[in-house]
């Protein structure tokens, strides 16, 4: 049997928590990793500083001129991205129904990116969907906390009757 888990994101979402986000993530260069790092712990002061300095290892690249930048393209944080972004979240709103799986809808307790009312709606609007809060956590939820989610991962499969 198929199952599906969507982390912190429905249909309807906060403008303005994607607009931090989207803020955040295109960051043109500073001048180092530390920087980087100050950066996301205001940014995401619920994560271990730690873990961010980890994924941040694995997500910045130096530049020729010895400056520090994501490795990610940064056109997929335009605004013509953004707006095709949004077009396509309608567009795939419509095909929801389709979707016949056990489907789980996660939300981050204090994410500004998708609501209790926004997750729960999505979850009514699929043939076999549910949802969850996962506290202690924001929009990245399995960064935020993976115990958490792991938890509710495990008993939504034992509900689904996957193993």
Not at 41 to 46: C, L, Y
Not at 98 to 125: E, W, Y
């Amino acid at each position: 049997m198929r199952a599906m888990v969507i982390v912190d994101v429905a249909p309807e979402i906060s403008a303005p928590g994607a607009e931090r986000i989207r803020a955040f993530s295109s960051t043109p260069e500073l001048d180092s990793p530390q920087a980087f790092l100050e950066r996301a712990v205001k940014f995401n002061p619920i994560r271990d500083p730690a873990v961010l300095r980890r994924s941040l290892y694995y997500n910045l690249r130096e530049t020729p001129a010895g400056k520090w930048t994501f490795k990610h393209d940064q056109r997929c944080r335009s605004d013509d991205a953004m707006r095709s972004f949004s077009d396509d979240r309608v567009r795939l709103a419509s095909e929801v129904s389709r979707i016949r799986c056990p489907t789980l809808v996660v939300r981050g307790a204090l994410s500004d990116v998708l609501s209790d009312d926004d997750a729960q709606k999505f979850a009514r609007s699929l043939p076999d969907g549910r949802w969850v809060r996962v506290e202690k956590s924001g929009h990245n939820v399995q960064g935020d906390n993976p115990r958490a989610l792991l938890d509710a991962l495990l008993a939504f499969f034992r509900e689904a009757g996957i193993s």
